[in-house]
Protein backbone atom coordinates (compact mmCIF):
# COMPACT_ATOMS: atom_id res chain seq x y z
CA UNK A 1 0.00 0.00 0.00
CA UNK A 2 2.52 2.33 0.36
CA UNK A 3 3.21 2.44 -3.42
CA UNK A 4 -0.39 4.17 -3.51
CA UNK A 5 -0.25 8.27 -4.16
CA UNK A 6 -2.16 8.94 -0.95
CA UNK A 7 -0.53 12.74 -0.31
CA UNK A 8 -2.25 13.59 -3.45
CA UNK A 9 -5.62 12.36 -2.78
CA UNK A 10 -6.01 15.08 -0.05
CA UNK A 11 -6.12 17.57 -2.81
CA UNK A 12 -9.46 16.65 -3.78
CA UNK A 13 -12.06 18.19 -2.26
CA UNK A 14 -14.90 16.02 -3.53
CA UNK A 15 -16.67 19.41 -5.21
CA UNK A 16 -18.40 17.32 -7.66
CA UNK A 17 -16.70 18.93 -10.78
CA UNK A 18 -15.49 16.10 -12.23
CA UNK A 19 -18.88 14.05 -12.73
CA UNK A 20 -20.24 15.44 -15.51
CA UNK A 21 -16.53 15.50 -17.50
CA UNK A 22 -16.66 11.49 -16.14
CA UNK A 23 -17.59 8.91 -19.17
CA UNK A 24 -17.91 5.63 -17.10
CA UNK A 25 -19.94 8.26 -14.34
CA UNK A 26 -21.81 9.14 -17.02
CA UNK A 27 -22.63 5.71 -18.05
CA UNK A 28 -23.01 3.53 -14.94
CA UNK A 29 -24.24 6.33 -12.74
CA UNK A 30 -21.93 4.94 -9.38
CA UNK A 31 -19.74 7.01 -7.17
CA UNK A 32 -17.17 4.31 -7.30
CA UNK A 33 -16.83 5.11 -11.06
CA UNK A 34 -16.26 8.72 -10.77
CA UNK A 35 -12.70 10.28 -10.39
CA UNK A 36 -13.71 11.49 -6.72
CA UNK A 37 -15.19 8.07 -5.54
CA UNK A 38 -12.05 6.38 -6.87
CA UNK A 39 -9.80 8.85 -5.17
CA UNK A 40 -11.53 8.24 -2.13
CA UNK A 41 -11.46 4.71 -2.53
CA UNK A 42 -7.60 4.80 -2.88
CA UNK A 43 -7.49 7.03 0.26
CA UNK A 44 -9.11 4.36 1.86
CA UNK A 45 -6.51 1.91 0.45
CA UNK A 46 -4.06 3.63 2.04
CA UNK A 47 -5.31 3.90 5.49
CA UNK A 48 -6.31 0.46 5.66
CA UNK A 49 -9.74 0.66 5.71
CA UNK A 50 -10.66 -1.59 2.77
CA UNK A 51 -9.19 -3.82 0.97
CA UNK A 52 -7.54 -3.99 -2.67
CA UNK A 53 -10.16 -6.28 -3.75
CA UNK A 54 -12.83 -3.28 -3.32
CA UNK A 55 -10.72 -0.98 -5.39
CA UNK A 56 -9.90 -3.46 -8.74
CA UNK A 57 -12.83 -2.63 -10.30
CA UNK A 58 -13.43 0.91 -10.38
CA UNK A 59 -9.96 1.18 -10.95
CA UNK A 60 -10.11 -1.72 -13.48
CA UNK A 61 -12.93 0.81 -15.31
CA UNK A 62 -11.11 4.18 -15.44
CA UNK A 63 -10.61 4.85 -18.76
CA UNK A 64 -7.62 7.13 -17.98
CA UNK A 65 -8.99 9.58 -20.42
CA UNK A 66 -8.01 12.40 -17.81
CA UNK A 67 -10.96 15.07 -18.25
CA UNK A 68 -11.13 14.64 -14.66
CA UNK A 69 -7.68 16.65 -14.66
CA UNK A 70 -8.92 19.75 -17.02
CA UNK A 71 -12.20 19.89 -15.20
CA UNK A 72 -10.74 20.12 -11.81
CA UNK A 73 -10.57 23.61 -10.10
CA UNK A 74 -7.91 22.28 -7.44
CA UNK A 75 -5.39 20.77 -9.58
CA UNK A 76 -5.89 17.26 -8.38
CA UNK A 77 -3.07 15.36 -10.39
CA UNK A 78 -5.03 12.03 -10.88
CA UNK A 79 -3.39 10.66 -13.39
CA UNK A 80 -0.42 10.26 -10.36
CA UNK A 81 -3.14 8.47 -8.32
CA UNK A 82 -4.50 6.29 -11.02
CA UNK A 83 -1.11 4.91 -11.86
CA UNK A 84 -0.27 4.33 -8.32
CA UNK A 85 -3.69 1.66 -7.75
CA UNK A 86 -2.63 0.12 -10.88
CA UNK A 87 0.47 -0.67 -9.85
CA UNK A 88 -0.58 -2.07 -6.42
CA UNK A 89 -3.21 -3.77 -8.04
CA UNK A 90 -0.61 -5.54 -10.52
CA UNK A 91 1.38 -6.23 -7.79
CA UNK A 92 -1.22 -8.16 -5.71
CA UNK A 93 -3.53 -9.89 -7.84
CA UNK A 94 -2.33 -12.71 -9.39
CA UNK A 95 -3.17 -11.95 -13.11
CA UNK A 96 -5.46 -14.32 -14.82
CA UNK A 97 -3.70 -17.01 -17.50
CA UNK A 98 -4.76 -14.74 -20.45
CA UNK A 99 -3.79 -11.81 -18.82
CA UNK A 100 -0.48 -13.11 -18.51
CA UNK A 101 -0.26 -14.28 -22.09
CA UNK A 102 -1.08 -10.70 -23.13
CA UNK A 103 1.57 -9.31 -20.94
CA UNK A 104 4.30 -11.40 -22.06
CA UNK A 105 3.57 -11.94 -26.10
CA UNK A 106 2.41 -8.72 -26.55
CA UNK A 107 3.58 -6.16 -23.89
CA UNK A 108 6.89 -7.41 -23.55
CA UNK A 109 7.16 -9.64 -26.66
CA UNK A 110 5.71 -8.05 -29.82
CA UNK A 111 5.33 -4.31 -29.07
CA UNK A 112 8.72 -3.48 -28.57
CA UNK A 113 9.89 -5.65 -31.29
CA UNK A 114 10.62 -3.81 -34.78
CA UNK A 115 11.32 -7.53 -36.10
CA UNK A 116 8.06 -8.90 -34.47
CA UNK A 117 6.21 -6.19 -35.72
CA UNK A 118 6.98 -6.90 -39.14
CA UNK A 119 6.33 -10.74 -39.04
CA UNK A 120 3.02 -9.36 -37.62
CA UNK A 121 2.57 -7.05 -40.29
CA UNK A 122 3.77 -9.31 -43.26
CA UNK A 123 0.75 -12.14 -41.68
CA UNK A 124 -1.95 -9.27 -41.84
CA UNK A 125 -1.11 -8.53 -44.95
CA UNK A 126 -1.52 -12.35 -46.28
CA UNK A 127 -4.69 -12.63 -44.24
CA UNK A 128 -6.17 -9.62 -45.86
CA UNK A 129 -4.72 -9.68 -49.32
CA UNK A 130 -4.51 -13.85 -49.89
CA UNK A 131 -8.63 -13.23 -49.51
CA UNK A 132 -8.45 -15.43 -46.17
CA UNK A 133 -10.51 -12.64 -44.25
CA UNK A 134 -13.36 -12.49 -46.64
CA UNK A 135 -13.34 -16.66 -46.24
CA UNK A 136 -13.38 -16.19 -43.00
CA UNK A 137 -15.73 -12.86 -41.66
CA UNK A 138 -18.53 -14.93 -44.37
CA UNK A 139 -17.93 -18.22 -42.28
CA UNK A 140 -19.18 -16.29 -39.11
CA UNK A 141 -17.14 -18.57 -37.28
CA UNK A 142 -14.60 -15.38 -35.50
CA UNK A 143 -17.67 -14.55 -33.12
CA UNK A 144 -17.59 -17.83 -31.71
CA UNK A 145 -13.16 -17.80 -31.72
CA UNK A 146 -12.81 -14.70 -30.26
CA UNK A 147 -14.41 -12.14 -27.68
CA UNK A 148 -16.81 -9.82 -29.09
CA UNK A 149 -14.90 -6.73 -29.37
CA UNK A 150 -11.87 -8.23 -30.83
CA UNK A 151 -14.49 -9.83 -33.59
CA UNK A 152 -15.87 -6.58 -34.55
CA UNK A 153 -12.71 -4.91 -34.53
CA UNK A 154 -11.19 -7.34 -36.60
CA UNK A 155 -13.59 -6.22 -39.37
CA UNK A 156 -12.63 -2.26 -38.56
CA UNK A 157 -8.87 -3.08 -39.69
CA UNK A 158 -7.01 -0.93 -42.31
CA UNK A 159 -5.77 -2.50 -45.02
CA UNK A 160 -2.30 -3.12 -44.39
CA UNK A 161 0.16 -1.99 -46.30
CA UNK A 162 4.32 -2.57 -46.30
CA UNK A 163 6.68 0.42 -45.14
CA UNK A 164 8.10 2.17 -47.86
CA UNK A 165 10.11 4.65 -45.53
CA UNK A 166 11.62 7.10 -48.53
CA UNK A 167 15.47 8.26 -48.23
CA UNK A 168 15.89 11.27 -46.37
CA UNK A 169 15.19 14.57 -48.66
CA UNK A 170 16.84 17.46 -46.88
CA UNK A 171 14.75 20.39 -47.57
CA UNK A 172 16.64 23.60 -49.03
CA UNK A 173 15.19 25.88 -46.44
CA UNK A 174 14.94 24.01 -43.03
CA UNK A 175 12.92 25.65 -40.84
CA UNK A 176 13.28 22.46 -38.10
CA UNK A 177 15.16 19.63 -37.58
CA UNK A 178 12.47 16.67 -36.38
CA UNK A 179 12.21 13.35 -35.30
CA UNK A 180 9.63 11.54 -36.09
CA UNK A 181 8.05 8.93 -33.52
CA UNK A 182 6.38 6.10 -35.54
CA UNK A 183 4.90 4.50 -32.95
CA UNK A 184 4.48 0.54 -32.84
CA UNK A 185 0.79 -0.92 -33.67
CA UNK A 186 0.13 2.54 -35.30
CA UNK A 187 3.26 2.16 -37.71
CA UNK A 188 2.08 -1.85 -38.39
CA UNK A 189 -1.24 -1.23 -38.95
CA UNK A 190 -1.46 2.77 -39.84
CA UNK A 191 1.83 2.59 -41.62
CA UNK A 192 0.63 4.95 -44.20
CA UNK A 193 -0.08 7.43 -42.01
CA UNK A 194 3.45 7.77 -40.67
CA UNK A 195 4.48 8.11 -44.50
CA UNK A 196 2.40 11.31 -45.59
CA UNK A 197 2.50 12.68 -41.93
CA UNK A 198 6.51 12.41 -42.57
CA UNK A 199 5.62 13.93 -46.65
CA UNK A 200 4.10 17.02 -44.79
CA UNK A 201 6.46 17.55 -42.40
CA UNK A 202 9.37 17.71 -45.03
CA UNK A 203 6.45 19.40 -47.66
CA UNK A 204 6.76 22.40 -44.73
CA UNK A 205 10.31 22.84 -44.70
CA UNK A 206 11.55 20.78 -42.03
CA UNK A 207 14.59 17.91 -41.88
CA UNK A 208 12.43 14.55 -40.76
CA UNK A 209 14.87 12.01 -39.17
CA UNK A 210 13.17 8.41 -38.56
CA UNK A 211 15.36 7.00 -35.22
CA UNK A 212 16.12 3.02 -36.27
CA UNK A 213 16.22 1.71 -32.58
CA UNK A 214 12.83 3.96 -31.38
CA UNK A 215 11.11 1.51 -29.80
CA UNK A 216 7.38 1.69 -28.22
CA UNK A 217 6.36 4.72 -26.20
CA UNK A 218 5.23 1.97 -23.35
CA UNK A 219 1.87 3.56 -22.85
CA UNK A 220 -0.09 0.17 -22.96
CA UNK A 221 2.04 -1.30 -20.40
CA UNK A 222 1.76 1.75 -17.97
CA UNK A 223 -2.21 1.42 -18.20
CA UNK A 224 -1.99 -2.37 -17.76
CA UNK A 225 0.07 -1.09 -14.57
CA UNK A 226 3.35 -2.70 -15.99
CA UNK A 227 5.26 0.03 -14.99
CA UNK A 228 9.02 -1.84 -14.73
CA UNK A 229 8.41 -2.94 -18.66
CA UNK A 230 6.66 0.85 -19.16
CA UNK A 231 10.12 2.37 -17.45
CA UNK A 232 12.56 0.34 -19.62
CA UNK A 233 10.81 0.94 -23.21
CA UNK A 234 10.76 5.20 -22.12
CA UNK A 235 14.78 4.33 -21.01
CA UNK A 236 15.41 2.68 -24.48
CA UNK A 237 13.29 5.93 -26.11
CA UNK A 238 15.52 8.62 -24.60
CA UNK A 239 18.31 6.90 -25.35
CA UNK A 240 17.49 6.62 -29.00
CA UNK A 241 16.45 9.95 -29.24
CA UNK A 242 19.61 11.68 -27.48
CA UNK A 243 22.04 10.12 -30.51
CA UNK A 244 21.83 13.55 -32.07
CA UNK A 245 19.79 16.92 -31.42
CA UNK A 246 16.57 17.88 -32.70
CA UNK A 247 14.29 20.91 -31.99
CA UNK A 248 11.22 18.87 -31.90
CA UNK A 249 10.26 14.74 -31.23
CA UNK A 250 7.10 14.45 -33.13
CA UNK A 251 4.50 12.26 -33.32
CA UNK A 252 0.86 11.72 -35.19
CA UNK A 253 -0.61 9.64 -32.18
CA UNK A 254 -2.85 11.12 -29.85
CA UNK A 255 -2.19 8.52 -26.96
CA UNK A 256 1.53 7.61 -27.47
CA UNK A 257 2.61 11.02 -27.62
CA UNK A 258 0.82 11.91 -23.76
CA UNK A 259 2.86 9.12 -23.04
CA UNK A 260 6.37 10.43 -24.46
CA UNK A 261 5.24 13.95 -22.62
CA UNK A 262 4.62 11.84 -19.73
CA UNK A 263 8.20 10.50 -19.31
CA UNK A 264 9.10 12.82 -16.90
CA UNK A 265 6.86 12.28 -14.65
CA UNK A 266 7.05 8.32 -15.15
CA UNK A 267 11.22 8.41 -14.08
CA UNK A 268 10.47 11.50 -11.38
CA UNK A 269 12.14 9.13 -8.80
CA UNK A 270 15.17 7.44 -10.56
CA UNK A 271 17.76 10.93 -9.98
CA UNK A 272 20.12 9.73 -13.35
CA UNK A 273 17.24 9.68 -15.51
CA UNK A 274 14.85 12.31 -14.33
CA UNK A 275 16.56 15.55 -16.13
CA UNK A 276 16.84 13.77 -19.38
CA UNK A 277 13.34 12.28 -19.95
CA UNK A 278 12.18 16.03 -19.00
CA UNK A 279 14.32 17.20 -21.94
CA UNK A 280 13.06 14.42 -24.11
CA UNK A 281 9.22 15.30 -23.15
CA UNK A 282 9.78 19.29 -23.56
CA UNK A 283 10.77 18.51 -27.26
CA UNK A 284 7.34 16.69 -27.98
CA UNK A 285 4.87 18.45 -30.14
CA UNK A 286 2.08 16.36 -32.21
CA UNK A 287 2.72 16.92 -35.71
CA UNK A 288 -0.42 19.41 -35.97
CA UNK A 289 1.57 21.87 -34.14
CA UNK A 290 4.01 22.11 -36.26
CA UNK A 291 1.87 21.84 -39.58
CA UNK A 292 0.55 24.54 -38.40
CA UNK A 293 2.73 26.78 -37.31
CA UNK A 294 4.29 26.11 -40.51
CA UNK A 295 1.69 26.99 -42.69
CA UNK A 296 0.06 24.55 -45.40
CA UNK A 297 0.30 24.72 -49.25
CA UNK A 298 -3.11 23.74 -49.96
CA UNK A 299 -3.57 22.69 -53.77
CA UNK A 300 -7.02 21.55 -53.29
CA UNK A 301 -10.36 21.31 -52.09
CA UNK A 302 -12.68 19.24 -50.20
CA UNK A 303 -16.09 19.83 -50.26
CA UNK A 304 -17.89 17.59 -47.73
CA UNK A 305 -19.24 18.10 -44.27
CA UNK A 306 -16.94 17.30 -41.38
CA UNK A 307 -16.50 16.33 -37.19
CA UNK A 308 -13.60 15.97 -35.35
CA UNK A 309 -13.09 13.64 -32.60
CA UNK A 310 -10.16 14.85 -30.03
CA UNK A 311 -8.11 12.10 -28.59
CA UNK A 312 -8.11 12.72 -24.70
CA UNK A 313 -5.25 12.17 -24.43
CA UNK A 314 -4.49 14.91 -27.01
CA UNK A 315 -6.52 17.21 -25.10
CA UNK A 316 -5.99 16.69 -21.33
CA UNK A 317 -2.50 15.46 -21.24
CA UNK A 318 -1.03 17.61 -24.30
CA UNK A 319 -3.09 20.17 -24.10
CA UNK A 320 -3.55 20.44 -27.66
CA UNK A 321 -6.47 21.70 -29.18
CA UNK A 322 -6.56 24.25 -31.37
CA UNK A 323 -3.89 23.23 -34.15
CA UNK A 324 -6.09 20.86 -35.03
CA UNK A 325 -8.82 22.36 -34.83
CA UNK A 326 -6.66 25.25 -37.08
CA UNK A 327 -5.56 23.22 -39.40
CA UNK A 328 -9.86 21.45 -40.20
CA UNK A 329 -10.77 24.88 -40.59
CA UNK A 330 -8.34 26.59 -42.57
CA UNK A 331 -9.55 23.14 -45.53
CA UNK A 332 -10.40 24.63 -48.47
CA UNK A 333 -14.28 23.82 -49.34
CA UNK A 334 -14.29 21.62 -46.08
CA UNK A 335 -17.21 22.72 -43.97
CA UNK A 336 -16.43 22.54 -40.16
CA UNK A 337 -19.44 21.51 -37.71
CA UNK A 338 -18.59 20.87 -34.13
CA UNK A 339 -20.72 18.81 -32.33
CA UNK A 340 -22.46 18.39 -28.82
CA UNK A 341 -20.16 16.75 -26.34
CA UNK A 342 -17.28 17.00 -28.25
CA UNK A 343 -14.97 16.16 -25.87
CA UNK A 344 -16.58 13.42 -24.79
CA UNK A 345 -14.25 10.14 -24.58
CA UNK A 346 -15.50 7.50 -27.53
CA UNK A 347 -14.63 4.91 -25.20
CA UNK A 348 -11.47 3.07 -26.61
CA UNK A 349 -8.58 4.39 -24.88
CA UNK A 350 -5.47 2.10 -25.55
CA UNK A 351 -7.24 -1.36 -25.20
CA UNK A 352 -10.43 -0.60 -22.89
CA UNK A 353 -12.42 -1.36 -25.54
CA UNK A 354 -11.33 -4.90 -26.24
CA UNK A 355 -11.05 -5.75 -21.96
CA UNK A 356 -14.19 -3.93 -21.30
CA UNK A 357 -15.94 -4.39 -24.48
CA UNK A 358 -19.87 -3.49 -23.26
CA UNK A 359 -18.85 -0.73 -21.09
CA UNK A 360 -16.65 1.09 -23.82
CA UNK A 361 -19.97 0.52 -26.40
CA UNK A 362 -22.15 2.33 -23.84
CA UNK A 363 -19.96 5.51 -24.04
CA UNK A 364 -19.84 4.64 -27.60
CA UNK A 365 -23.71 4.64 -27.79
CA UNK A 366 -23.92 7.67 -25.76
CA UNK A 367 -21.64 9.93 -28.17
CA UNK A 368 -23.00 8.39 -31.48
CA UNK A 369 -26.24 10.65 -31.62
CA UNK A 370 -24.00 13.52 -31.12
CA UNK A 371 -22.29 12.89 -34.11
CA UNK A 372 -25.54 11.73 -36.16
CA UNK A 373 -26.91 15.06 -35.44
CA UNK A 374 -24.37 16.98 -37.15
CA UNK A 375 -25.10 14.58 -40.07
CA UNK A 376 -21.32 14.65 -41.70
CA UNK A 377 -19.48 13.40 -44.45
CA UNK A 378 -16.24 12.84 -42.88
CA UNK A 379 -15.59 12.46 -39.20
CA UNK A 380 -11.62 13.53 -38.46
CA UNK A 381 -9.40 11.89 -35.48
CA UNK A 382 -5.76 11.99 -34.05
CA UNK A 383 -5.40 8.67 -32.62
CA UNK A 384 -5.57 5.15 -34.06
CA UNK A 385 -7.70 4.20 -31.35
CA UNK A 386 -10.34 6.48 -31.74
CA UNK A 387 -10.55 6.04 -35.62
CA UNK A 388 -11.51 2.01 -35.03
CA UNK A 389 -13.52 3.00 -32.12
CA UNK A 390 -15.48 5.72 -34.17
CA UNK A 391 -15.55 3.01 -37.32
CA UNK A 392 -17.18 0.67 -34.94
CA UNK A 393 -19.77 3.67 -33.97
CA UNK A 394 -20.43 4.54 -37.63
CA UNK A 395 -21.00 1.09 -38.59
CA UNK A 396 -23.20 -0.02 -35.43
CA UNK A 397 -25.60 3.28 -36.38
CA UNK A 398 -25.39 1.84 -39.95
CA UNK A 399 -23.62 4.81 -41.30
CA UNK A 400 -20.82 3.52 -42.79
CA UNK A 401 -21.65 3.91 -46.50
CA UNK A 402 -22.13 8.26 -45.47
CA UNK A 403 -19.56 8.86 -43.30
CA UNK A 404 -15.67 8.23 -43.89
CA UNK A 405 -13.41 8.42 -40.70
CA UNK A 406 -10.24 9.43 -41.32
CA UNK A 407 -7.08 10.36 -39.50
CA UNK A 408 -6.47 14.60 -39.93
CA UNK A 409 -2.93 13.67 -41.64
CA UNK A 410 -4.72 11.47 -44.32
CA UNK A 411 -7.23 14.58 -44.77
CA UNK A 412 -4.46 17.14 -45.09
CA UNK A 413 -2.25 15.14 -47.37
CA UNK A 414 -4.87 14.57 -49.66
CA UNK A 415 -5.23 18.92 -50.50
CA UNK A 416 -1.77 19.60 -50.23
CA UNK A 417 0.50 20.10 -52.84
CA UNK A 418 2.98 17.60 -53.56
CA UNK A 419 1.82 15.45 -50.51
CA UNK A 420 -0.87 12.88 -52.24
CA UNK A 421 0.95 11.47 -54.81
CA UNK A 422 4.42 11.22 -52.96
CA UNK A 423 3.04 8.11 -50.73
Same mark, same amino acid.
Request: proline share 4%.
Given at each position: ??????????????????????????????????????????????????????????????? +??????????????? +??????????????????????????????????????????????????????????????????????????????????????????????????????????????????????????????????????????? +???????????????????????????????????????????????????????????????????????????????????????????????????????????????????????????????????????????????????????????????????????????????????????????????????????? +??????
Amino acid at each position: MAKLAYEETFDCVQCGYCLPACPTYQTMEKETHSPRGRINLVKMAAEGKISTDELKEPIDLCL +GCRACETACPTNVQY +GRILESAKEVLAESHQPSLAQRLVEKTVFKGLLPSDKMLRVLEFGLQTYQKSGAQTLVQKSGILPKLLPQGMAEFEAMMPAIKRRKRKKQITPTSTKDRVAYFTGCLMDTMFGSINEQAIALLERVGCDVHVIPSQSCC +GALQHHAGDIETAKMLAKKNIDAFEEEQYDYIVSSIGGCGAMLMEYGELLRQESEWHERAEQFANKHVDVSIILEKNGLPFSGTLNKTAVYQPSCHMTHVQKNTSAPLALIQGIPGLTYVEIDKQEMCCGSAGIYNLLHYEEATAILDKKMPYVQKAKPDLLITTNPGCHLQMKLGIQRAGLAEKIEVKHLVEVLAEVTE +GVRNDV
